[in-house]
């Protein structure tokens, strides 16, 4: 197929993302259980941003290196004379690199039309929003504003103390920008089309973020710990309700193992001597990824040469 100067652009794009991302997702997917195992021993919210640095790591590199690398190259060294032709294996790859993000952009949209619609059907009350369905809820709902809903049912189970430990865990999620996370791991497109590569990391990553909120939680008082674990079992004695949007964060969501969580809270363990492992982690990854692709750009003869590499897969 011939396609015009810009399209072929759009196609180079698409098809290096792809390629990239795929082959940065399986070393990442092979990494990731030593990288749980390591998470074990780290502070839960440590553990967190390890697995979503890991998580985030493929398409955070595949986006630096089609940006700092492809699109630069094409533009200074293409001619924008006339068409040229596109492969089948270069136009298949671009293919897949549109599916694969069109079914991001749609999950993450569609969470948040969801979300949105939730909070609309809750009422105002100081601070708080009132969810008056029969389903019961307690967590954040929003982005940029994240609100704190609690549904009636929830509240005439708690007594004074059990809510405002569990308010105190929301809270957490809230300052952490846990909801931003979830977008952005929503946003991050798969490997390949309907595969969810990352599961194990991401259900992990979500059970780190709940643990790290107990723990902020209970921070500022230790005595809170007996509150939040009893407010943890009456309200799922009141049944997991149904998952509203992703980017709600629930205070007992269905697939949450609450006696894991009780026993955490009733028997804290000594804070591992690794606290800053996670954070030193992802930061070095981050300052590696930076300074490669600087140099990288940097270099002179790295521009004729990634235009060489997208002239053999545009053909």
């Not at 690398?69 to 094409?74: E, F, G, N, Q």
């Not at 982005?143 to 405002?164: G, N, Y």
């Not at 300074?291 to 940097?298: C, D, N, P, R």
């Amino acid at each position: 197929m011939t396609l015009p100067y810009t399209l072929r652009l759009v196609c180079l794009c698409l098809a290096s993302f792809f390629l990239v991302h795929a082959g940065l997702a399986l070393a990442a997917r092979c990494l990731a259980p030593t990288a749980l195992r390591f998470a074990e021993r780290l502070r839960a919210q440590s553990a967190a941003r390890l697995l979503l640095s890991l998580r985030l790591f493929p398409a955070a590199v595949a986006l630096a290196a089609v940006a700092g690398l492809c699109v630069p190259s094409y533009l200074s060294l293409e001619q924008e004379d006339g068409t040229e032709f596109v492969g089948f294996t270069c136009l298949a790859a671009a293919l897949i690199g549109a599916a694969i993000w069109t079914i991001s952009w749609a999950r993450s949209l569609r969470a948040a039309v969801r979300s949105h619609r939730y909070v609309r059907q809750c009422r105002r009350d100081g601070s708080i929003w009132i969810a008056d369905g029969t389903a019961p809820f307690l967590g954040i709902a929003g982005i940029l504003r994240p609100k704190l809903i609690v549904s009636r049912s929830v509240a005439d189970a708690l007594d004074r103390d059990q809510l405002a430990a569990a308010i105190r865990h929301e809270r957490a999620h809230q300052s952490s920008a846990d909801n931003l996370k979830r977008l952005l791991v929503l946003l991050v497109p798969d490997a390949v089309p309907c595969l969810r590569v990352f599961g194990g990391v991401e259900r992990a990553w979500l059970r780190f973020t709940e643990w790290a909120a107990d723990d902020r939680a209970v921070s500022q008082d230790a005595t809170c710990s007996l509150s939040l674990a009893e407010a943890l079992v009456r309200v799922a004695r009141l049944g997991a309700a149904a998952q509203a949007s992703p980017l709600m964060s629930h205070f007992v969501a269905a697939s949450d193992d609450i006696s894991v969580r009780v026993e955490r809270l009733l028997s804290p363990a000594i804070e591992p001597s690794t606290r800053k492992s996670g954070r030193m982690i992802a930061v070095s990854c981050a300052l590696i990824v930076i300074s490669a692709v600087g140099f990288a750009i940097a270099a002179p003869a790295t521009l004729p040469s990634v235009h060489s590499l997208l002239e053999r897969l545009m053909h």
